[in-house]
C-alpha cells in the first residue's frame, strides 16, 4: 500500500479560505442560507468553514447543522456489519432557506442524493447546493457536480482519498492511497 499527498495542511488551509470566500460571493450576509455537514466526515469541514466565516471575515451567526444519511443510503441493507448511525443536529427548519450540503469527499454521488432525500424531513429548501473539499471527478454513479470544490483528483477505482482533520486524526492533509 503506497500513500501519496495532495493536499499539505497549508494547502488545506489555502483551499478553505477560498472556500470561503466563494461563499461569502454567493451568500453576503447568510441570513437565509444554512450549512449542513455531513455526517461523519463532512461536520468537521463544515465546522472549520463556520470557523472561518465568523471569525476572519465577520459573517455574523452562521446556522450550522448536521445531517445523519445512514439509513436513506440504497446500500445500507446490503452490508453484513450492523450500521452505526450518526447523529443528526437540525434544530431549525430549512423551508424556504438556501442550504449547502458540505462533505469531504465527493465519489459516487450516493452520499449526496441520500442527503437530499433526508433533508426533505426539515422542510423544503429554496435552493441546495453542495460543497467539497475533494472532487472525484472520474467516479460518479448518479448526475451530481459540485458547485464550490477545494481540488478536483483524478483517482481511477482502487485508489482511494483520505482526507484527515486536524480535530480527529491530528494533522490537517489529503492523501491518496493506493492498494
Known amino acids: 500500500m503506497s500513500q501519496k499527498v495532495l493536499l499539505t495542511a497549508k494547502e ?13 460571493e454567493k451568500h453576503l450576509d447568510f441570513s437565509d442560507t444554512i450549512l449542513v455537514g455531513i455526517q461523519p466526515r463532512g461536520v468537521f469541514l463544515a465546522e472549520r468553514l463556520k470557523e472561518i466565516l ?3 471575515y465577520q459573517t455574523p451567526s452562521i446556522t450550522l447543522g ?20 450518526n447523529k443528526t443536529n437540525i434544530d431549525f ?4 432557506k438556501k442550504v449547502i450540503f458540505i462533505d469531504d469527499v465527493l465519489f459516487t454521488g450516493r452520499s449526496i442524493r441520500s442527503a437530499l432525500t433526508a433533508i426533505q424531513s426539515f422542510g423544503r ?7 467539497v473539499l475533494i ?12 458547485d ?22 491530528g494533522e490537517d492533509g489529503v492523501y491518496l492511497i493506493t492498494n
Open 93 to 96: 427548519i430549512v423551508e424556504n
Open 54 to 56: 465568523e471569525k476572519e
Open 135 to 146: 472532487d472525484r471527478r472520474f467516479s460518479r454513479n448518479l448526475p451530481i457536480q459540485p
Open 125 to 131: 429548501p429554496s435552493e441546495i447546493e453542495l460543497l
Open 66 to 85: 448536521y445531517l445523519d444519511i445512514t439509513f436513506f443510503r440504497d446500500d445500507f441493507r446490503r452490508t453484513e456489519k450492523p450500521l452505526e448511525a
Open 148 to 169: 464550490y470544490r477545494g481540488r478536483q483528483v483524478d483517482a481511477i477505482n482502487n485508489e482511494k482519498v483520505k482526507v484527515c482533520w486536524e480535530e480527529n486524526d
Open 12 to 24: 488545506v488551509t489555502i483551499i478553505l479560505h477560498r472556500l470561503a470566500c466563494q461563499l461569502i
